[in-house]
Every structure is written in C-alpha cells, then in structure tokens.
C-alpha cells in the first residue's frame, strides 16, 4: 500500500509540473520578470556566446525584441544553451519561454511535440560547397565527386535525389555531424559538402578560404527557420508572432531604430497604428500599447536585425535573397496592425 501511495505522489507531482509549463507563459514571463530563450551557442551569425558570456546573433535578437515588447527593455533575456538540431523537450518541460530556433518549419514539428513555430524569421536553402579546383561554377557540371553529408539527414536524402535526377554520378561520404564533414572535406576524402547554404557561408568565413571554395548557386530546398512555443498558449504566441510582424512592418514603413523617435510625428495612420499612437493595440496582446515602438527602440527593425547579424554590416554578408521584403521581391511580409 505503500508503495502505491509512493507511485500515485510521483504521479500527481508529475502532473502538477506539466500543468505548471502548460500554464499561461505571459502571465508566468510578468511575474518573473524574465524571457527565458533557449539558444544554440556557435552557430555564427545566428547565436553566439562571447567569451564574457555575452550573446549575440540574429536568433538571439529575436528573443531580445520579445523582451522588449512585453517590458519596454531588450535586456530582460536569461539565454539557455541547448546543443543539437531538434531541442522541443526543455520547451515542452517549461524550463524556457522561447525557443530560438530548433529545426526547419514541417508538419510532423507542428503536429507531434507538443510546440508551435510562430513564424518564418529566416529562409535557407540546402546547398552545395566545392573547391575551386573543381572547375564547376554551377551544380549541373558535378561529374564522378564524392559527397560528404550527415548520415540519415534530410540533406542526405535530398542531396541523393537531386544527383540521380540530374544523372550525376558520385561516391558517398556520409558521417554522423556537420563537424565530421568539414574535417573530412578539409583531408580530401570529399569534394563536396551539402548544408544549409547559411552554415556553409559561415564555414566558408571561419575553416576554409573564400577565394579557394564556391558555394554553387543551386538551392535544393527552401526551408523556412523560426522560434516555437508550446502548444495551447495562445496569448504567448501572439505576443511572439506580432513581435516578428512589427519588426517586418517597421522596416516596411521606413521605421527604425534611428528614427523611430521622430516618426511619432508621422501623419500616416499605418506609422501611427503601429507606433501606439493611435488605437489599442497592445492591450488584446496583454502588453503596453508602446509594444512595437519599444521594440524597434529596443533592436531596431528587421533589416537592422539582418544587416549586423547576417547582412552587409557583419563578417558572413549574406545577401537577403529570399529574406528580403516582399515589396523587393523577397518573402518577408507580415499582416497590418489595424
């Protein structure tokens, strides 16, 4: 009896700690006065702890706009490093608000962990490195290579279909992480790396020469990259959602972290909806009406985002490509504050 009375107190207590991360997170982020962001540590351009601890990158970013919607200030954000691809369990458990970023955007990450993604932050693509030795400058004229990829990746798959539907003959390479590929390529026993092209960008400006190595400009994916949340948290996800939205309609507007004092003046009734100027629409999110101008205050808009992290003002220089606004014939768009 006992025993069965220790088992059922294991139990109920078990139950009691998935009621506590199931409950209402924005009502658990005010109480606490916190963000809590879990955050993949060396993965440039996108999440990176200096050696003080200090965080920086595009992901990260996101996280700290959060912040700044829901308490006026960026800075509230306790970042968590979590290693691997695919890292839903400390979200499902409660011990973060966020995550940064876990995998890229499919139905089965939708419908089978219990967490949501929230938007597209970012676009990617799947893509292939070579050395300039090679003599290819695009993906059709691969002939007799050796490829190197992750075993049981996606990548792999997709890397496989591509070549046997462009009668590319080649040699597997495969190894059990992106590390092992890079070590492998750099001894010769490959001469092509396949990755998402963000990582090979970033491999190409730390571990190899830029003018030796070529990213081939075939895409053979586009995966679309995000925060996600728990399931059945609508308000947190809102407030998550329309964070990103404001920074994609601020940069629209021509709203950003230089101007966006002066823009209280603005005549235009969008500028004015989304700065708290006119309406209330932080109150529905259950955050100030100040929420987006405290944002773009706090991080500046999406382009400002991108261009110190990935873009024309950091090392990598990413081009937008598909992350550009749609207006300029990207796919970053976000719905109207109205």
């Given at each position: 009896m006992n025993g069965l009375r220790t088992i059922l107190a294991g139990l109920l207590t078990a139950l009691v700690l998935v009621s506590s991360a199931q409950a209402d997170t924005l009502d658990n982020v005010l109480e606490t006065g916190i963000v809590r962001c879990g955050a993949a540590?060396?993965?440039?351009?996108f999440s990176e702890k200096s050696a003080d601890g200090f965080w920086k990158g595009f992901d990260v970013d996101i996280c700290r706009a959060v912040s700044a919607a829901v308490f006026g200030v960026a800075n509230r954000v306790d970042f968590t490093e979590y290693p691997g691809p695919n890292r839903v369990a400390p979200l499902q458990s409660g011990e973060v608000d966020i995550m940064a970023r876990s995998a890229y955007w499919t139905m089965s990450r939708d419908t089978q962990f219990g967490v949501q993604n929230v938007v597209a932050t970012y676009f990617d693509g799947q893509a292939l490195l070579v050395p300039e030795t090679l003599g290819?400058?695009?993906a059709i004229q691969l002939q007799d290579v050796t490829v190197c990829a992750?075993?049981?990746s996606i990548e792999q798959d997709r890397v496989e279909r591509y070549l046997f539907g462009q009668q590319i003959a080649y040699q597997e390479a495969y190894y059990e992480a992106f590390d092992d590929l890079v070590v492998a390529y750099k001894a010769g026993l490959c001469n092509v790396i396949t990755a998402p092209a963000s990582e090979l960008q970033a491999l190409l400006d730390k571990?190899?020469?830029a003018s030796e190595n070529r990213i081939l400009p075939e895409r053979l994916s586009l995966d679309a990259w995000g925060p996600i949340v728990r399931n059945n948290d609508d308000r947190w996800q809102n407030v998550v959602r329309w964070t990103i939205f404001a920074l994609i309609n601020a940069e629209e507007l021509g709203i950003?972290?230089?101007n966006v004092d002066t823009m209280t003046e603005s005549k235009n009734p969008k500028v004015r909806r989304l700065l708290g100027l006119d309406g209330k629409f932080g109150a529905p999110l259950g955050i100030p009406d100040t929420w987006a101008r405290d944002i773009i205050r706090g991080v500046g808009n999406?382009?400002?985002i991108y261009g110190?992290?990935?873009?024309r003002d950091s090392d990598l220089a990413l081009a937008r490509g598909k992350n550009e606004l749609w207006t300029r014939g990207g796919l970053m768009y976000a719905p109207p504050v109205r």
């Open positions: 540590e060396g993965h440039r351009g290819v400058v695009s992750v075993r049981g571990d190899l020469s950003s972290s230089q999406y382009g400002e110190r992290n990935l873009g």
